[in-house]
T-cell receptor, first 112, second 116 residues
Protein backbone atom coordinates (compact mmCIF):
# COMPACT_ATOMS: atom_id res chain seq x y z
CA UNK A 1 0.00 0.00 0.00
CA UNK A 2 1.15 3.54 -0.70
CA UNK A 3 1.81 5.81 2.19
CA UNK A 4 2.29 9.17 0.55
CA UNK A 5 -0.51 11.38 -0.54
CA UNK A 6 -0.03 14.08 -3.13
CA UNK A 7 -2.05 17.16 -3.68
CA UNK A 8 -3.38 18.12 -6.11
CA UNK A 9 -3.91 14.98 -8.18
CA UNK A 10 -3.87 17.11 -11.32
CA UNK A 11 -2.70 20.65 -12.01
CA UNK A 12 -2.98 22.67 -15.22
CA UNK A 13 -1.24 26.04 -15.56
CA UNK A 14 0.00 28.42 -18.23
CA UNK A 15 3.58 28.40 -19.39
CA UNK A 16 5.67 30.77 -17.32
CA UNK A 17 3.60 30.36 -14.16
CA UNK A 18 4.85 28.61 -11.04
CA UNK A 19 3.61 25.15 -10.09
CA UNK A 20 3.40 23.88 -6.53
CA UNK A 21 2.79 20.27 -5.58
CA UNK A 22 2.44 18.91 -2.07
CA UNK A 23 3.17 15.57 -0.50
CA UNK A 24 2.24 14.21 2.91
CA UNK A 25 3.39 11.03 4.61
CA UNK A 26 2.50 9.16 7.76
CA UNK A 27 5.60 7.92 9.56
CA UNK A 28 9.04 9.39 10.18
CA UNK A 29 11.46 9.45 7.27
CA UNK A 30 15.16 9.17 6.55
CA UNK A 31 14.81 11.21 3.37
CA UNK A 32 12.25 12.31 0.80
CA UNK A 33 12.79 12.34 -2.95
CA UNK A 34 10.92 13.83 -5.88
CA UNK A 35 10.74 12.11 -9.26
CA UNK A 36 9.32 13.08 -12.65
CA UNK A 37 7.75 10.63 -15.08
CA UNK A 38 6.93 11.54 -18.64
CA UNK A 39 4.28 9.56 -20.47
CA UNK A 40 5.60 6.13 -21.34
CA UNK A 41 9.00 6.75 -19.87
CA UNK A 42 10.85 5.87 -16.71
CA UNK A 43 11.21 7.85 -13.54
CA UNK A 44 13.78 10.62 -13.44
CA UNK A 45 15.22 11.67 -10.10
CA UNK A 46 14.86 15.39 -9.41
CA UNK A 47 15.97 16.09 -5.87
CA UNK A 48 16.58 14.42 -2.50
CA UNK A 49 16.04 16.15 0.83
CA UNK A 50 17.17 14.58 4.08
CA UNK A 51 15.14 14.60 7.27
CA UNK A 52 17.44 17.18 8.89
CA UNK A 53 17.10 19.59 5.96
CA UNK A 54 14.33 22.11 5.49
CA UNK A 55 14.86 23.41 1.97
CA UNK A 56 16.82 22.52 -1.16
CA UNK A 57 17.16 24.12 -4.56
CA UNK A 58 18.10 22.74 -7.93
CA UNK A 59 17.76 25.04 -10.89
CA UNK A 60 14.09 25.99 -11.18
CA UNK A 61 13.12 23.48 -8.49
CA UNK A 62 12.65 24.27 -4.84
CA UNK A 63 11.76 21.59 -2.30
CA UNK A 64 10.74 22.19 1.30
CA UNK A 65 10.33 19.66 4.07
CA UNK A 66 8.38 20.09 7.30
CA UNK A 67 8.92 17.00 9.42
CA UNK A 68 6.62 18.30 12.17
CA UNK A 69 3.74 18.30 9.67
CA UNK A 70 5.07 15.28 7.77
CA UNK A 71 4.81 17.17 4.51
CA UNK A 72 6.89 18.39 1.60
CA UNK A 73 6.32 20.68 -1.32
CA UNK A 74 7.87 20.93 -4.78
CA UNK A 75 7.86 24.30 -6.50
CA UNK A 76 8.69 24.62 -10.17
CA UNK A 77 9.28 28.22 -11.18
CA UNK A 78 8.82 29.71 -14.64
CA UNK A 79 7.22 26.54 -15.96
CA UNK A 80 7.85 25.30 -19.49
CA UNK A 81 5.87 22.99 -21.77
CA UNK A 82 8.60 20.37 -21.25
CA UNK A 83 7.72 20.27 -17.54
CA UNK A 84 4.46 18.50 -18.44
CA UNK A 85 4.71 15.16 -16.62
CA UNK A 86 3.65 13.28 -13.52
CA UNK A 87 5.54 14.15 -10.35
CA UNK A 88 5.95 11.70 -7.49
CA UNK A 89 7.27 12.08 -4.00
CA UNK A 90 8.97 9.05 -2.52
CA UNK A 91 9.99 8.50 1.08
CA UNK A 92 12.63 6.34 2.64
CA UNK A 93 11.82 5.38 6.19
CA UNK A 94 15.18 4.01 7.29
CA UNK A 95 15.23 1.22 9.83
CA UNK A 96 17.28 -0.91 7.49
CA UNK A 97 14.81 -0.59 4.63
CA UNK A 98 16.26 0.65 1.35
CA UNK A 99 12.93 0.79 -0.43
CA UNK A 100 11.12 3.94 -1.49
CA UNK A 101 7.43 4.45 -0.74
CA UNK A 102 5.79 6.49 -3.49
CA UNK A 103 2.75 8.71 -3.49
CA UNK A 104 0.12 8.52 -6.19
CA UNK A 105 1.55 11.49 -8.04
CA UNK A 106 0.47 14.84 -9.39
CA UNK A 107 -0.25 15.12 -13.10
CA UNK A 108 1.10 18.52 -14.22
CA UNK A 109 0.08 20.04 -17.55
CA UNK A 110 1.75 23.19 -18.83
CA UNK A 111 -0.33 24.96 -21.46
CA UNK A 112 1.58 26.98 -24.07
CA UNK B 1 27.24 6.27 -19.66
CA UNK B 2 24.51 3.69 -20.05
CA UNK B 3 21.58 3.84 -17.69
CA UNK B 4 19.41 1.04 -16.37
CA UNK B 5 18.00 -1.03 -19.20
CA UNK B 6 15.06 -3.40 -19.15
CA UNK B 7 13.78 -5.97 -21.61
CA UNK B 8 11.40 -6.57 -23.11
CA UNK B 9 9.80 -3.12 -23.11
CA UNK B 10 6.40 -4.63 -23.77
CA UNK B 11 5.10 -8.10 -23.03
CA UNK B 12 1.69 -9.55 -23.73
CA UNK B 13 0.91 -12.84 -22.01
CA UNK B 14 -2.10 -15.07 -21.93
CA UNK B 15 -3.48 -15.76 -18.48
CA UNK B 16 -1.63 -18.70 -16.98
CA UNK B 17 1.61 -18.18 -18.89
CA UNK B 18 4.94 -17.64 -17.19
CA UNK B 19 6.94 -14.48 -17.96
CA UNK B 20 10.51 -13.35 -17.28
CA UNK B 21 11.51 -9.70 -17.15
CA UNK B 22 15.14 -8.67 -17.31
CA UNK B 23 16.97 -5.75 -15.74
CA UNK B 24 20.51 -4.61 -16.49
CA UNK B 25 21.55 -2.14 -13.79
CA UNK B 26 24.14 0.58 -14.13
CA UNK B 27 27.56 -1.04 -14.06
CA UNK B 28 28.99 -1.21 -10.58
CA UNK B 29 25.73 -0.49 -8.79
CA UNK B 30 25.43 -2.65 -5.73
CA UNK B 31 21.76 -2.20 -5.01
CA UNK B 32 18.92 -3.26 -7.29
CA UNK B 33 15.19 -2.78 -6.80
CA UNK B 34 12.01 -3.93 -8.51
CA UNK B 35 8.79 -1.92 -8.36
CA UNK B 36 5.33 -2.49 -9.81
CA UNK B 37 3.35 0.46 -11.17
CA UNK B 38 -0.34 0.05 -11.91
CA UNK B 39 -2.01 2.44 -14.32
CA UNK B 40 -2.47 5.86 -12.78
CA UNK B 41 -0.69 4.92 -9.57
CA UNK B 42 2.73 5.44 -8.09
CA UNK B 43 5.28 2.61 -8.10
CA UNK B 44 5.07 0.02 -5.33
CA UNK B 45 8.11 -1.78 -3.98
CA UNK B 46 8.48 -5.46 -4.76
CA UNK B 47 11.98 -6.56 -3.78
CA UNK B 48 15.57 -5.42 -3.15
CA UNK B 49 19.00 -6.96 -3.78
CA UNK B 50 22.37 -6.01 -2.43
CA UNK B 51 24.78 -7.67 -4.82
CA UNK B 52 23.41 -11.21 -5.23
CA UNK B 53 21.64 -11.28 -1.87
CA UNK B 54 17.90 -10.66 -1.82
CA UNK B 55 17.60 -8.68 1.39
CA UNK B 56 13.96 -7.64 1.19
CA UNK B 57 11.15 -9.36 -0.67
CA UNK B 58 8.35 -8.04 1.47
CA UNK B 59 6.56 -6.43 -1.49
CA UNK B 60 6.19 -9.52 -3.65
CA UNK B 61 2.40 -9.97 -3.88
CA UNK B 62 2.33 -13.76 -4.00
CA UNK B 63 4.52 -16.82 -4.33
CA UNK B 64 3.98 -16.61 -8.09
CA UNK B 65 6.53 -13.79 -8.11
CA UNK B 66 10.19 -14.69 -7.94
CA UNK B 67 13.30 -12.56 -8.46
CA UNK B 68 16.96 -13.44 -8.73
CA UNK B 69 20.31 -11.78 -9.26
CA UNK B 70 22.72 -14.71 -9.27
CA UNK B 71 25.93 -12.89 -10.13
CA UNK B 72 25.15 -9.58 -8.50
CA UNK B 73 24.55 -7.78 -11.77
CA UNK B 74 21.65 -8.64 -14.11
CA UNK B 75 18.37 -9.44 -12.40
CA UNK B 76 15.31 -11.34 -13.58
CA UNK B 77 11.80 -11.00 -12.24
CA UNK B 78 9.71 -14.06 -12.99
CA UNK B 79 5.96 -14.27 -12.71
CA UNK B 80 4.41 -17.70 -12.87
CA UNK B 81 0.85 -18.45 -13.95
CA UNK B 82 0.14 -14.82 -14.77
CA UNK B 83 -3.20 -13.32 -13.80
CA UNK B 84 -4.95 -10.25 -15.17
CA UNK B 85 -4.19 -8.34 -11.98
CA UNK B 86 -0.48 -8.72 -12.76
CA UNK B 87 -0.91 -6.27 -15.66
CA UNK B 88 1.29 -3.29 -14.81
CA UNK B 89 4.59 -1.62 -15.60
CA UNK B 90 7.49 -3.31 -13.85
CA UNK B 91 10.28 -0.88 -13.03
CA UNK B 92 13.85 -1.73 -12.11
CA UNK B 93 16.14 0.69 -10.31
CA UNK B 94 19.75 0.58 -9.16
CA UNK B 95 21.90 2.60 -6.82
CA UNK B 96 25.53 2.73 -5.79
CA UNK B 97 25.59 2.53 -2.08
CA UNK B 98 24.87 0.12 0.68
CA UNK B 99 24.38 3.06 3.04
CA UNK B 100 20.76 2.65 3.83
CA UNK B 101 18.37 4.73 1.86
CA UNK B 102 20.64 7.67 1.21
CA UNK B 103 21.48 7.13 -2.41
CA UNK B 104 19.56 8.08 -5.49
CA UNK B 105 17.79 5.23 -7.24
CA UNK B 106 18.11 5.34 -11.04
CA UNK B 107 15.17 3.83 -12.85
CA UNK B 108 14.94 1.95 -16.10
CA UNK B 109 12.18 2.57 -18.69
CA UNK B 110 10.11 -0.33 -17.39
CA UNK B 111 8.44 -3.36 -18.91
CA UNK B 112 4.74 -2.98 -19.61
CA UNK B 113 3.08 -6.35 -18.98
CA UNK B 114 -0.41 -6.97 -20.26
CA UNK B 115 -2.12 -10.20 -19.28
CA UNK B 116 -5.08 -11.15 -21.44
Amino acid sequence: SQQGEEDPQALSIQEGENATMNCSYKTSINNLQWYRQNSGRGLVHLILIRSNEREKHSGRLRVTLDTSKKSSSLLITASRAADTASYFCATNHGGGAQKLVFGQGTRLTINP
Amino acid sequence: GAGVSQSPRYKVAKRGQDVALRCDPISGHVSLFWYQQALGQGPEFLTYFQNEAQLDKSGLPSDRFFAERPEGSVSTLKIQRTQQEDSAVYLCASSTSTVRGTDTQYFGPGTRLTVL
